[in-house]
């Protein structure tokens, strides 16, 4: 049998260094066993995936190094590798299931739904819902079916509680409860199928024989793994890592910790320091050795020396890891990874238009252009009392503007613009005053070029990081009342 795993990310948003994480230990447990690793992308979600995305991911994990030896873009004899190029296989599959008597088309709605939750909560049992309680009249189905109502079809479970068994390479045997299981939606209305059946499916034909993958979806594994007893397949082995976590044994989130792989890139971490950090993610070399390259790893890679301990992702731990690579490496390799990183001629020339204006000797370029190449800019509270806006209003267009720009699809200088535009604008805010505290924020200024300008340059990770920084050291790490007191309020424009 020849070891294969696979990472199938979803192209909804910046790659996420989980998503490298999980990577790294499918690659190094495939080549320890002299199998392949291969990428798969789940773009099911058509309203949320772009190409944009895809291709950001594809360019991280190159840029860190983990390389796949089928996928979209260098294809292999188990294509397509995206899910929204297989739509008629996993119809097939769902509709089999249908024929066997192991899901059934539902037509229930959003409301009833929803009721029917409050129902089992109120009777103070699971909420999730069997097909017993989804299941309508031959009648009521016909009339539905007149009315023109969509239907979804849903895989069948068990009605009754009780233990389902799954077993995990890290865990053992793990015990679940089938009251928790719901009638999973396997196809939805738009014929575009789950992450449940699309994984089943693809994993089995693509011969995957190891699924390793995070610990969220343990609960997910009695769905997967009924779904293999129905075809009549072999489930491949599970294996489910620990989540990521901030210093404070949270799950590693933007709020507290940037996430994106390419914010540290931008930020002059190097892929070899950032991909040594993730290997010591609950994982550690036989010889206790905290500086290790790629090779290195898969060499002495072993799953089992996993710890189950949730792994904190420390900024200040990779900043010191990525110094010892950056110390060693020579001068020659070090100006060379300087040059590619920021001075390169594709850099200058984006920058010079914006500069060049406001120079008169070659010395201004430096000053005009140092944010560009910084990290955090340091918070300078006085520049911020100069502006006109203060208090609640200050905090709201820094705050607003950070979730309008996270929901951004696509970072152009049209789109960044009319964004600003239109949140000033339902916030009854001069454009100019709208835009200092991001002037501020963004170039540590309100003298430099366009913010909007510079933001597109700083690209989304930085220029989301860099607002999210000053956030913080203006109000602290709001509570939870804060952040509904503002919610509201942003839901209210």
């Known amino acids: 049998m020849t070891v294969r795993t696979r990472i199938a990310p979803s192209p909804t948003g910046d790659p996420h260094v989980g998503t490298a994480y999980i990577a790294l230990f499918n690659l190094c447990f495939a080549r320890q066993h002299g199998g392949e690793f291969i990428l798969r992308i789940e773009d099911t979600d058509q309203l949320r995936s772009t190409t944009e995305f895809e291709q950001a991911i594809f360019d991280s994990l190159r840029w860190l190094g983990l390389d796949w030896a089928e996928g979209p873009d260098v294809g292999g004899e188990y294509g397509p590798y995206r899910q929204s190029e297989r739509g008629d296989i996993y119809r097939q599959y769902a509709e089999q299931l249908v024929e066997v008597g192991h899901a059934f088309y539902c037509y229930r709605t959003p409301v009833e739904l929803n009721e029917l939750r409050e129902t089992r909560r109120a009777e103070g049992d699971f909420t999730a819902l069997k097909p017993s309680d989804l299941l309508l009249s031959d009648e009521e189905i016909a009339k539905r079916q007149a009315a023109g109502m969509t239907s979804v079809i849903r895989m069948k479970v068990p009605e009754e509680n009780g233990p389902c068994l799954v077993d995990d390479m890290l865990r053992g045997t793990i015990e679940l409860d089938w009251g928790q299981v719901d009638a999973q939606v396997l196809l939805k209305s738009d014929g575009m199928p789950t992450y449940h059946l699309a994984n089943v499916v693809d994993d089995h034909l693509m011969n995957i024989t190891h699924v390793i993958r995070g610990e969220e979806w343990i609960n997910s594994a009695p769905k997967h793994q009924l779904l293999y007893q129905y075809f009549g397949w072999d489930m491949p082995q599970l294996c489910h890592l620990p989540l990521l976590r901030n210093p404070d044994k949270s799950k590693l989130s933007k709020r507290k910790n940037p996430t994106t792989i390419m914010y540290y890139e931008r930020m002059g971490f190097l892929p070899e320091a950032l991909l040594n950090y993730l290997g010591r993610m609950g994982w550690s070399m036989s010889n206790g050795r905290e500086q290790f390259t790629l090779d290195d790893m898969m060499a ?194």
Request: aromatic share 10%.
């Open 300 to 493: 002495d890679f072993d799953i089992q020396r996993v710890s189950l301990g949730g792994p904190i992702f420390d900024i200040e731990k990779l900043s010191w890891l990525n110094g010892l690579w950056i110390r060693d490496c020579s001068t020659e390799v070090l100006a060379e990874k300087i040059h590619q990183w920021a001075f390169n001629r594709e850099t200058l020339l984006s920058v010079l238009p914006h500069t060049q204006p406001r120079m008169e000797t070659l010395t201004d370029f430096t000053p005009l252009a140092a944010f560009l190449l910084s990290g955090m800019l340091p918070l300078e509270r006085d520049k911020y009392d100069q502006l006109k806006l203060e208090g609640d209003q200050l905090k709201s267009v820094l705050q607003f503007s950070l979730w309008k720009l996270e929901a951004l699809r696509e970072w152009g200088r049209d789109q960044i613009l009319n964004t600003c535009k239109s949140l000033a604008d339902s916030m009854e805010i001069k454009l100019k005053d709208f835009l200092a505290p991001l002037f501020v924020a963004i170039s540590g200024t309100t003298v430099s070029f366009s913010v909007i300008d510079a933001m597109v340059l700083l690209g989304p990770d930085m220029s989301r990081a860099r607002l999210r920084y000053a956030l913080t050291g203006l109000y602290g790490e709001m509570g939870k009342k804060q952040l509904k007191k503002l919610e509201k309020a942003y839901r209210s424009l």
